[in-house]
């Protein structure tokens, strides 16, 4: 009579342990390193797991061609933050067990890295 409904509290104990693994993957996420170069060491960009840049090191030596600079920070950024990215979604296939759970990324804060 109730079909799946009779499943309920089972499915609404999975969505709470499911909840507390995205909680502990997300908080995992925040403490990880990511680092990233470019020019050759001229730049080292560090970000954390959810792409946030956290620090980035500037050789002085780099700095005497702007345009170059500007280019290998871009480099590097962009680096660490497809690295965490890329970890990311890793983690999130062993968490889902493989299954595309779209706007997962979202809530972990790695959506479209374009917007942040």
């Known amino acids: 009579?109730?079909?799946?409904?009779?499943?309920?509290?089972a499915m609404i104990k999975q969505m709470k342990e499911l909840r507390g693994k995205m909680d502990q993957l997300q908080a995992d996420l925040?403490?990880?390193?990511?680092?990233?170069?470019?020019?050759?060491?001229?730049?080292?960009?560090?970000?954390?797991?959810?792409?946030?840049?956290?620090?980035?090191?500037i050789d002085p030596e780099a700095t005497k061609d702007v345009e170059l600079l500007e280019d290998f920070i871009?480099?590097?950024?962009?680096?660490?933050?497809?690295?965490?990215?890329?970890?990311?979604?890793?983690?999130?296939?062993?968490?889902?067990?493989?299954i595309d759970l779209g706007g997962l990324t979202n809530m972990l804060g790695m959506g479209d890295q374009g917007e942040q």
Do not use: C, W, Y
């Open 74 to 98: 871009k480099a590097a950024v962009g680096l660490g933050a497809s690295r965490a990215q890329e970890h990311m979604k890793n983690e999130m296939a062993k968490l889902s067990g493989g």
């Open 1 to 9: 009579m109730f079909g799946a409904l009779g499943n309920l509290p």
């Open 30 to 57: 925040t403490a990880q390193r990511h680092v990233a170069e470019a020019g050759g060491g001229a730049v080292k960009a560090t970000v954390d797991g959810r792409g946030a840049l956290v620090d980035i090191r």
